[in-house]
Structures are given as structure tokens and as C-alpha cells.
């Protein structure tokens, strides 16, 4: 499991001149209908630190695959918006990554396994983080 994610990101960069990470933040906003999110919650969704969130989207954005906009009102709280750029990136790099991801794990697995998996895989979410609601019986 821990050589999975290396690999992922080997092969996005290969076929799509993207890191997994970029890949992420990318498919987080592309499944927004407004493709905006805030860069918060993008960080939750993608496990990921707001500082290196931060980077990799300044990255993103010197690219026009996405851009940044303040959130009106109090405090600190900027959007990410992906570009009809980010979005046609995402949308032409997504057949080879589920492809990789059939290669790399699913194709491996019985239909039991992949059952065991998402039950394992819940129980650990939940000892994670207990407050996060995808992790109480929902599904995406």
C-alpha cells in the first residue's frame, strides 16, 4: 500500500505531466458544479496541510489551471476555482489514472477483497477522524 501512491504519481507524471497531488486538488474542485471550493476544504479533502496545499496551488495557478479569489467578509478565506484549462487537464488525465488504478490495485483483488478493503478502510477512517461525515456511512 505505501508503494501504490508512488506509483500513481509515476505514471501521472509520465502520461500527464501531473504530480497524484496536483491530480487531486484538481478532481476535488472538477466534481464541484461551480468547480470552487475553499482552500480549506480542498486541503481536508485531499489530506493535506494548508502550507503544502498552498504551494502546489500557486504552482497550479502560474499554469492557468486554476486561479485564487479572496472570500468576501471576515477573516482569511480564499477559493480555488479550476479554469477551463485545469478542467480539460483533469478531464484528459483521468482515463489513464483509473487506469492505473485497475492495473495497480483493483484488478488484483476478488470481489470479496474489495469489500474487506472499504470495510477496512471505514474502520480506519473512523479511528482517524470520527468527526469527518464521509466516514459515517456515507458514500461518494
Known amino acids: 500500500m505505501i508503494t501504490l501512491p508512488a506509483a500513481l504519481d509515476a505514471r501521472l507524471q509520465q502520461e500527464a505531466n501531473l504530480t497524484f497531488f496536483e491530480y487531486m486538488v484538481l478532481?476535488?474542485?472538477?466534481?464541484?458544479d461551480d468547480r470552487t471550493m475553499q482552500m480549506s476544504d480542498i486541503a481536508a479533502g485531499v489530506s493535506a496541510s494548508l502550507s503544502r496545499l498552498s504551494h502546489v496551488v500557486a504552482k497550479l495557478e502560474k499554469q492557468g489551471l486554476?486561479?485564487?479569489?479572496?472570500?468576501?467578509?471576515?477573516?482569511r478565506r480564499t477559493n480555488a476555482t479550476?479554469?477551463?484549462?485545469?478542467?480539460?487537464?483533469?478531464?484528459?488525465?483521468?482515463?489513464?489514472?483509473?487506469?492505473?488504478?485497475?492495473?495497480?490495485f483493483m484488478d488484483a483483488l476478488e470481489p470479496a477483497d474489495v469489500a474487506t478493503m472499504q470495510r477496512v478502510g471505514?474502520?480506519?477512517?473512523?479511528?482517524?477522524?470520527?468527526?469527518?461525515?464521509?466516514f459515517h456511512g456515507a458514500t461518494r
Open 27 to 32: 478532481a476535488v474542485l472538477a466534481e464541484r
Open 66 to 75: 486554476l486561479c485564487r479569489s479572496r472570500v468576501p467578509g471576515s477573516g
Open 82 to 104: 479550476l479554469t477551463d484549462a485545469g478542467h480539460a487537464k483533469v478531464v484528459a488525465a483521468a482515463p489513464d489514472h483509473v487506469a492505473a488504478v485497475r492495473d495497480y
Open 122 to 134: 471505514m474502520a480506519v477512517a473512523r479511528c482517524i477522524n470520527p468527526a469527518r461525515p464521509f
